[in-house]
């Protein structure tokens, strides 16, 4: 209890010198102005954002190093409180108890973290992305932006590109084979058989592959998005010369 009071106090702490630093470049900034314009991204868009999924605000705003650090951070620390939480019920162990809660007041930090850090870039910054068009979706899709998506969430670069069936088919086997490794980690941690190691690693293996594929797939997709619509052939003909010809013109 007195540990996850001392987080607590100090993730309150954390926030506050966080948002004093912000406020005391505001003052002296010559852009302390909020100024919202056609260009700027949608602040409540922002926050909705990374309350929903930390780092998918940063991720919007294509801030990637902050994207990746929050969705990181935020994703170990959630998934040991399921992990320590799951423990203490099969073995109502006090340790796994104290873990449970150290890792639960640091996720929930990072998390807030992350909504503030979201906001302050939007109400102060006004993103307009990274070079403006990285996640862009017109007038055509990006793919450095698909694979970003497909990274961040396997199958959301294909619903980037519009491409839902595939989207539907890459979530199925990525979290099929990420269910695998999960239950066999689990068992090998019970009982320490090699047999479920070696099941674990070899799940792993292919979760990477399918992974990088998913990546793969979302930048190709992205790349040739309606390739055949921006295609355009024209046959007209043409005299010239006193000759008469076809002429085939195709525009990109």
Request: with cysteine; hydrophobic share 40%.
């Amino acid at each position: 209890m007195m540990i996850a009071k001392m987080l607590f106090k100090t993730n309150f702490v954390l926030v506050f010198i966080f948002l004093f630093m912000r406020f005391s470049y505001s003052q002296e900034s010559d852009t302390t102005n909020i100024v919202f314009t056609d260009s700027c991204l949608s602040v409540p868009g922002a926050i909705t954002r990374s309350l929903l999924i930390p780092g998918m605000g940063q991720l919007y705003q294509e801030r990637l190093g902050h994207a990746a650090f929050f969705y990181g951070t935020a994703f170990v620390f959630y998934y040991n409180t399921f992990f320590y939480l799951y423990k203490y019920d099969k073995t109502d162990h006090k340790n796994y108890y104290n873990k449970f809660r150290r890792n639960l007041s640091a996720a929930v930090f990072f998390h807030v973290l992350n909504i503030f850090d979201a906001t302050d870039a939007a109400l102060h910054d006004c993103p307009t992305g990274w070079q403006g068009r990285l996640l862009s979706d017109e007038p055509l899709k990006s793919p450095w932006g698909a694979v970003v998506r497909s990274a961040v969430i396997p199958g959301w670069g294909q619903l980037y590109n519009e491409s839902y069936l595939k989207a539907a088919g890459y979530m199925a086997v990525d979290g099929f084979l990420f269910y695998k490794i999960r239950t066999y980690d689990i068992k090998y941690r019970h009982t320490d058989k090699t047999g479920y190691r070696d099941k674990r690693s070899k799940y792993s293996w292919y979760f990477g592959v399918a992974y990088l594929l998913t990546m793969a797939d979302a930048y190709a997709g992205a790349y040739l998005y309606k390739f055949d619509k921006a295609m355009r052939m024209t046959v007209l003909p043409v005299i010239e010369n006193d000759t008469v010809g076809v002429c085939l013109s195709v525009r990109f």
